[in-house]
């Protein structure tokens, strides 16, 4: 590929991240799907387990999540 699902990723995260102000991304990626699976291997974030689904598909979940002193930070700045 030319890289764009992988430029498209980052940036849905950094957007959630510092716009949003989310304290929590998860994703799922079924095995089969090497091209996504490569993808969130290269993301910020942090692979948790494989699971199996109900029809028996493997997926990989991944995870970010801030580190709670950042949260706190954050929802003390809005406050003042």
């Not at 102000?21 to 942090?46: G, R, T």
Request: proline share 2%.
């Amino acid at each position: 590929g030319k890289g764009y699902g992988r430029e498209i990723c980052d940036g849905l995260i950094m957007h959630g991240i510092h716009h949003q102000n989310l304290h929590e991304i998860i994703a799922y990626a079924d095995i089969a799907n090497l091209a996504s699976v490569k993808i969130l291997d290269q993301s910020p974030l942090s692979f948790v387990e494989e699971t199996k689904t109900e029809e028996g598909r493997i997926e990989r979940f991944y995870r970010w999540l801030a580190e709670p002193n950042l949260c706190e930070t954050s929802a003390h700045a809005e406050q003042t």
